[in-house]
């Protein structure tokens, strides 16, 4: 059976690096025999904003609580075009592809807007299926983005700081958080400011990763067994002590005042893969 990629992309020019990332994923999983879907988000215009039109007919229009108002929506088929139209797309794909060029350290607010209006409650996470019991464990996705600085001004000495630490709060807080599987990051670092043959090179390493994207094995995060329910869902006694002796913390979020675990959010090789 064909697989399914859906590439989330939020660039506004065709003629741009992540647009050619883009075309890249687009042509050697078509030659793998996918069916490929892209959410040009810019080209869609699509909404970025979380509102009341995003559900049709509201519950309690006069005190409007988005979180609740869609949820209900959600499990009633109330949401707007735009939502489910996206909604189909997520349920198809195997693998999702968030391209992007990193804004203020995070993806750009009509990125922000997708991931907001897309991945409602009762839809992409449900209060008992989180993280490692996510409704997504069976997906896999990963984030491919350019950054005007360089590999080096993200590394734990350089200016901008570690890039695990980054890009935790969208591989943790949002893709683990509904259970995908995550895949390592695909770093572009300054497209912009490279020479042509640099940014071939990129390109090239871009498509040698995509020929064997479905073999990686995902990035490792704590397990939700490993924390207490009953306890405000910290980390059980006997796991913290099972640490006590460990010179590394478990992932960048759950360090327990040790340092953090080399490339806790990027395989080895993929900085040296993907840029200098």
């Not at 804004?103 to 209060?127: E, H, N």
């Not at 989180?130 to 200016?159: C, E, Q």
């Amino acid at each position: 059976m064909a697989r399914n990629v859906l590439i989330v992309l939020a660039h506004q020019s065709k003629s741009s690096f992540n647009a050619a990332l883009k075309d890249a994923a687009v042509e050697v999983f078509k030659s793998q025999g996918c069916r490929v879907t892209v959410s040009d988000l810019y080209a869609m215009n699509f909404k970025a904003t979380a509102t009341p039109d995003d559900v049709i007919e509201p519950r309690d229009s006069e005190n409007f609580q988005y979180g609740r108002e869609t949820l209900l929506a959600c499990q009633e088929g109330r949401l707007s075009g735009d939502i489910l139209e996206e909604h189909r797309k997520v349920k198809a794909a195997d693998l999702i592809i968030f391209q992007f060029p990193m804004y203020w350290f995070s993806v750009p607010a009509i990125m922000k807007g997708w991931i907001d209006r897309v991945l409602t409650q009762g839809f992409a996470f449900t209060l008992q299926s989180i993280y490692s019991n996510g409704v997504f464990k069976d997906k896999k996705a990963m984030l491919s983005l350019t950054t005007g600085a360089s590999g080096a001004m993200f590394s734990p000495s350089g200016l901008n700081g570690d890039l695990n630490v980054t890009l935790w709060p969208l591989q943790n807080g949002v893709l683990n958080f509904c259970g995908f599987q995550v895949l390592a990051p695909q770093l572009s670092h300054s497209p912009g400011y490279c020479p042509p043959e640099t940014r071939a090179h990129m390109l090239a390493a871009w498509r040698g990763r995509l020929q064997g994207v479905w073999m990686e094995e995902p990035l490792a995060f704590p397990s939700t067994e490993l924390f207490d329910p009953q306890g405000g869902f910290v980390l059980r006694e006997e796991v913290q002590a099972a640490q006590a002796g460990v010179k590394y913390g478990l992932s960048v979020g759950h360090h327990l005042g040790k340092p953090f675990p080399p490339d806790s959010q990027l395989k080895a090789g993929d900085r040296d893969r993907d840029h200098d």
